[in-house]
């Protein structure tokens, strides 16, 4: 099993073992035991993260091109076309949440990660390597910091390309006529400049995270113990 794989696996086992009452430190300690710390966690979530970004681009693509087919495509009926565009609407709410939950259990984790680095500085006698540690975790929660920074900003532009499309799903809703597709023919310009803007800030979002993830496990690597 791959180890990205087996990360995954045994975080949803260990999930699956806890009580919704458990804390944090009961889930870190669990997975210590298989071999995994914050820092492995870390870059898992940022990986989900990144994936529910992804999925979240596709969605709302797909969401526009619905909308296009209901105001442009002859042939069928509106109340199918509704029901096609209120559909995809649905799966767009439910990746935008996901791209939530991800974002936050990145902070989450990264948080608990830096605050149990920086206490375990003191616990270094030798102090070259307390510095080189403190320089160690100083570079990776800026770069961590960036990087959440990145995809809050891509997340900030979900809602308000939701919400207008929400409204023209309900407009439509009610008024499955001739005049109503009129009127929504004219709001498909804005549409598309909605989703094209939040589908290149996710897209940059995606792309820093690529770059980080490859920086912490080239990192990982230059820390494992030559055979």
Known sequence: ??????????????????????????????????????????????????????????????ALQRFREVVEVEGGTLEKKYEKLDAE???????????????????????????????????????????????????TRRRTSDLITSMERAEARIEPVLTPLRDRVLFLKHNLNAKALGALTKELTNVQGDVDALVADLQQSISEADAYLQDMEREQAAKQPRS
């Open 89 to 139: 609407l649905k799966r767009a709410e439910d990746r935008a949440k996901k791209v939530d939950e991800h974002v936050k259990s990145v902070k989450q984790v990264s948080k608990d990660l830096f605050d149990e680095w920086e206490k375990e500085l003191g616990k270094y006698s030798n102090k070259q390597m307390r510095a080189e540690s403190q320089r160690q975790l100083r570079d």
């Open 1 to 62: 099993m791959h180890p990205s794989t087996r990360l995954v696996f045994v975080a949803a086992l260990v999930g699956v073992l806890m009580t919704a009452s458990s804390c944090r430190r009961v889930y870190y300690g669990a997975m210590e035991k298989f071999g995994y710390e914050k820092r492995d966690i870390l870059i898992g979530r940022v990986k989900d993260a990144q994936k529910s970004q992804k999925e979240a681009q596709e969605e709302f693509k797909t």
